[in-house]
C-alpha cells in the first residue's frame, strides 16, 4: 500500500513543487530585468484554466498523442530515478533505461508537434532534435564516467556509493559538463533554441491549447524534476543526508532533495536570464567542442582510477 502511494505521490509532488518553481523563476528572471513580474502562484492559475477549456484544437491522432507520450514517458523515468531515498523502480541496469526513456519522451514530443503542419513547429522541432543530438554526446560520456568509476549501471547504487564522498568532489570535471548539459535540458538560455519565442513562435507547441498545453505545462514541471533528480542522483549523493532508518529521516532526505532541485534549476534560470540565445548552430558546435573534450578527459580519468 505504501508504494502505491508513493507511485502517486511523487509525480503529483514533481508536478505541483515545479509549477511553483517554474513560477518563481519568473519573478526571478522580473527581478533581473527590474520588473515586479507575475506572482509566484500564476503557473497554478494558468494549468487550471487550460484545464477547464472545453475546446482543444486537434490535427489529427499523431498530435494529440504528442503530449501523451511526453507526460507518460517523463513519469515512467521519474519511477526510475532514486528520489531522496524513495527508489520505487530502481534495479540493476536502470541508469541505461532511464537514458533511453529520456529520448523516447523527447522523440514522441516531436512527432506529435510535427504532426501540427505548422511551419514554426516544424523548425521548432528540428532545432529541439539537433540540440538534443549536440548535448547527448557530453552527457552519454559523463554518465559513462560516473558508471566506470562506480562499477555499475544502477542509480541506486551511485547513490549508495557516495556515503560518505559525493560524486562530485571526486568526478569535478564530469559534474561541469553534466550541468552545463543540464542548461539544454532545461531549455534556458543560450540553448532555448527550440522554443525560441521571438523567433518561431515557442516552436513545437505552437499549435498546442487548451488540455494539451495543460499537459504539456505538466510535463516540462516534472521534466525539471527528472532532470535535475538526475544529476543529483549522480553527482550529489542522491540528496541523502541522514543515512540513519525511520520515516522521519526519510522525509527529511526528500526534502532536501527537493530544495537541490530547486538551487540547480534557480542556478539555470539566473543563467538564462543574463545571456543571449546561441543559433542553433553554435549550440551545436558548442558541445561538440569543449564540452566533449573535457567530457572525454573526465572518462579518461575514471577510467584510470577505476583501473588503479
Keep these: 500500500m505504501i508504494e502505491i502511494l508513493l507511485y502517486i505521490f511523487i509525480p503529483l509532488i514533481a508536478s505541483l513543487t515545479g509549477l511553483l518553481f517554474m513560477g518563481i523563476q519568473r519573478k526571478i528572471i522580473a527581478r533581473i530585468q527590474n520588473r515586479r513580474g507575475p506572482p509566484f502562484y500564476q503557473q497554478y492559475i494558468d494549468v487550471l484554466k487550460l484545464f477547464s477549456k472545453r475546446e482543444n484544437i486537434s490535427h489529427n491522432w499523431i498530435f494529440d498523442i504528442g503530449p501523451i507520450f511526453a507526460i507518460v514517458g517523463l513519469v515512467t523515468t521519474l519511477l526510475f530515478i532514486p528520489v531522496g531515498g524513495f527508489s520505487l523502480l530502481s534495479t540493476d541496469g536502470d541508469l541505461i533505461v532511464v537514458m533511453y526513456l529520456l529520448v523516447i519522451s523527447g522523440l514522441g514530443m516531436a512527432l506529435g508537434a510535427g ?4 511551419p514554426n513547429a516544424g523548425i521548432g522541432v528540428m ?8 548535448y547527448e554526446l557530453p552527457f552519454v560520456l559523463v554518465v559513462l564516467s560516473a558508471m566506470i568509476y562506480y562499477h555499475t549501471t544502477s542509480l541506486s547504487e551511485i547513490v549508495k556509493a557516495q556515503k560518505s564522498v559525493w560524486a562530485i568532489a571526486v568526478l569535478p570535471l564530469s559534474a561541469i ?12 538560455k543560450p540553448f532555448d533554441q527550440p522554443i525560441a ?6 516552436g513545437p507547441i505552437v499549435e498546442y491549447g487548451g488540455k494539451y498545453l495543460g499537459m504539456l505545462m505538466l510535463a516540462h514541471s516534472i521534466g525539471m524534476f527528472v ?12 540528496g541523502i543526508i541522514f543515512h540513519q532508518a525511520g520515516v522521519i529521516y526519510q522525509i527529511l532526505n526528500f526534502l532536501f532533495w527537493i530544495l537541490l532541485v530547486f538551487i540547480i534549476y534557480t542556478i539555470a534560470v539566473i ?5 543571449p540565445r546561441y543559433r542553433i548552430d553554435q549550440a551545436f558546435v558548442f558541445y561538440w567542442k569543449w564540452p566533449t573534450i573535457l567530457a572525454i578527459i573526465g572518462l579518461a580519468y575514471a577510467l584510470g582510477v577505476s583501473a588503479w
Design 177 to 188: 559538463i553534466a550541468d552545463i548539459a543540464l542548461q539544454a535540458q532545461f531549455g534556458k
Design 127 to 134: 532545432r529541439g532534435l539537433t540540440l538534443m543530438m549536440a
Design 227 to 238: 532532470e535535475a533528480g538526475l544529476f543529483i542522483d549522480l553527482f550529489l549523493g542522491g
Design 271 to 275: 543563467i538564462s536570464a543574463v545571456f
Design 115 to 118: 504532426a501540427s503542419g505548422n
Design 197 to 202: 519565442p521571438a523567433e518561431v513562435a515557442t
